[in-house]
């Protein structure tokens, strides 16, 4: 039986191979993913990060869109191409982010015993969407997860998760490595859709 740090060492290693299959847009990620926010769930809610808690069912809802969308997403139902989203999306994706993050951080701080209502709570909404980013294959979803991430550290060393912590410095290493392998692949995949016009090339 498995005790409260193996179980977080499982998580650990389960979500550096999620992130790691991500990368290679491989959509055995999704696996990694159910099981390792399964394991969160629980090691969230018991450190009394429950915005962190509810956030990991999500992911677990997710973990199976996502395998959907990359395996059967697309007009031609052979799966999604990375894309990227206007400044008005950006834009309004950030307003909802801030606003739901007051209103959840005040509810929190006001009715529960939550440890830092603010920050769990917008790490949590950050999440959400930026977790959709990624189950749609948005490219600027790695920068967003650095801010992210960054946050999230600060969180876990203080409630003392510090495998989880160091997992998260990892994770901004790599979610700025994800962002340079997904620019590449996205302009690979425009030279194909676009290539260039060679007919008129001097004899």
């Not at 917008?122 to 997860?145: C, D, G, H, P, Q």
Request: charged share 10%; glycine share 4%; proline share 1%.
């Amino acid at each position: 039986m498995f005790d409260w740090v193996n179980l977080e060492t499982v998580a650990v290693v389960l979500s550096i191979a999620y992130l790691l299959l991500a990368m290679k847009e491989n959509s055995l990620c999704w696996y990694c993913a159910f099981f390792s926010t399964a394991i969160y769930v629980w090691i969230f809610g018991d450190v009394s990060l429950y915005m962190e808690s509810a956030l990991n069912i999500y992911y677990m809802v997710m973990a199976v869109y996502g395998w959907y969308q990359w395996q059967r997403g697309g007009q031609d139902h052979s799966g999604l191409q990375i894309s990227r989203w206007s400044l008005s999306n950006h834009a309004t994706a950030i307003v909802v982010i801030l606003i739901a993050t007051l209103i959840s951080g005040y509810l929190l701080a006001d009715n529960t015993n939550a440890r830092l209502p603010y920050l769990d709570s917008f790490t949590t909404w950050a999440s959400v969407l930026t977790t959709l980013m990624v189950a749609r294959k948005i490219i600027e979803n790695w920068l967003y997860w650095v801010v992210i991430d960054f946050v999230s550290i600060f969180l876990y060393l203080d409630r003392g998760l510090y495998q989880t912590a160091a997992l998260f410095v990892l994770y901004i290493v790599l979610a700025v490595a994800g962002y340079i392998i997904w620019t590449k692949k996205y302009r690979e995949q425009l030279s194909t859709k676009y290539p260039t016009d060679t007919s008129k090339s001097a004899i």
